[in-house]
């Protein structure tokens, strides 16, 4: 056994807890999770079933913790996980996976796969068996600060746009806010109408907040590469910022994944509780809306749809806000088939659209969300999480789809009753 | 030995020996499992209602939203063989004799042309099963031997027991004896297989729910 994977198993060994060995004895090969999965739905590829996805990890259990398993081992009735085996489930893991948790809602037995496939990942980075796009962006975000290579002066940069444009200061590292707020890379480079959306929106409503010059970036690739050393790195930044300027809340931005890293697995990573409460922005800008802080004008006219990230709501459980937004300044909303708990996914969530050589195959599970938005034809789509956008922009421009994707938080903001008004 | 003799031996040590590895092997199984425990979240819950393991454990029964049209032979054939085994096994006054001699409780049972036709229907079900688990791709690249072996497993005590009350095929006698042989084989292999479902369901469905109720997604 080579000294990466010995590293891979007993990663494996450590993660593997009472739910995946219930879920593990629980399977009755009953294939209903190929059917919730976009990469089986628009292949036809049996091997995109996935609890397939996990077979190597499904067999080490089984050899490790399980007495028959052991007995089997012993007496070499059982094949041993190789190297050359996570090498080649490395498609399975990653390429074919958003975590999106589709497989997760529809199971009868109730395992939770997806809990299992982000626990393999333990295992598959920990054997050296992570793709390189994705290691690449953990790796940036763990030496300058961001996946995609942007520095604070980048930041401030756009932060002196935003300024101009908008007329309204940004301010960076104020100690005491009540908010500090987050930004991915892809809002820092490709959409910078997101600050200037908050800026007015924070504004507009009369709350503190900051942004954080030790601590901008919250999306997490450690966490979707499968590496807890690294995410815990990348989030550990975030709640020394957050202590350090004595926050009351930290936003996490338009950005699934970012959310899962920070909401749910941020306090698991580092260990202790948060001292400050996480919120996705779209969770604010709900509560702003129940208190009657957002005064709006105007409505958007053309047909929207929403399309739901994975991370926020069926692995996050934010759901209704999202809507209420919508309606609040949209007169003409539409509902995709499947919308909400059960939307499908983008295709490039969890780490997938980092990976080069998984293009074509993230393209052709497009063809879901095609679908989807064919049966509504909508005018424009309105989402919130970067990568959702980045993502839905490239499968519309392959297929010839002219349709435009905005973010929520920007069309809320734009609405807004101007100060004085 | 003659089928008098297996009679006996089925009903005596045989059934004491296949009770006792189910016994056993489902604590064991148990232990094995759930032993290993999970960490505490440390992310702070989001309370909302209608989320929860216990309801989770119900909710599940049901198709998700949107999947029964996706694979209706799964769902109705199915639901349509579990029910049908529940009946049969529990509901059958022979059955419940059995039950009765053994922990000494009873309940009414169901009249025996009904649990006849329960009988055929999940017979019927678990061979249209049997079919979509050859002709489905999915479920013919998911299968190994143990699926087609617990299938066998499970079907057989259907299939001889109905048998035996119909006076078909074999002697009463023999049929009833190899009737009894199978649930034996039945309760020996459980523990050990895909069966095993039939009890960790319950915790994979808590565990699921629990998670999901932690972040307050209500399903």
Redo the contacts between chains.
Sequence with gaps: MTASLEKGVRVLKEV????????F????????C???CLF?TET?N??Y?P??KLEPMRRLYEQE????GRLKKTVGLSKPVTDAELGEWQEMVYNSCTLCGRC?????????IV?MVRKFREGMSASGNAPEGIKGAANRTITIGSPMGVKLPAVKAQMKHVEKDFGIPIPMDVEGAEYMVMLSSMEIMNFPEYLGAIAKIMQHVGKTWTLCSTAFEATNAGMQIGNSDLARVIVSRIVEGAEKLKVKTVISPECGHAYTAL??????LV????TF??QHIVEVLGEFQELGLLKTEGFEKDRLTFHDPCQLA????VIQPQRNLLNMVAKNFVEM??AG??NWCCGGGGGASAIEEGEALRLEAFKVKKSQFETVKPDRVVTACANCRIVLEEGLEHYQMDLPVVGLTEMVADHLVAKGA | MNEMQLLTWVRGPGLNLAVGIFVLGVLWRLFEIYSLGRKKDLSAPRALPGASGWRTIFRRTLPAEGMLKKAPVTYIAGAIFHIGLAIVVFLFAPHIKLIQSLFGISWPALPSQFIDLVTIVTLVAMLVLLADRIMNPVKRFLSTFEDWFTWTLTFLPVLTGWLAVRHLLLPYTTMLALHILCVELLLVFLPFTKLFHAFTVFGSRWFIGAINGHKGVAV
């Design positions: 593997i807890d009472a739910p995946i060995a219930s879920y004895n629980s399977c009755v090969h009953c294939g209903l190929a059917e919730a089986y036809g049996p091997r079933t609890i397939h913790y399980t007495l028959l997760s809602a529809v199971c009868p037995v109730g395992n939770d809990y909401r749910w697995e941020g306090a698991n260990g202790r509780p948060f409460k996480v069926r692995r996050g459980g088939p499947d708990y059960m």
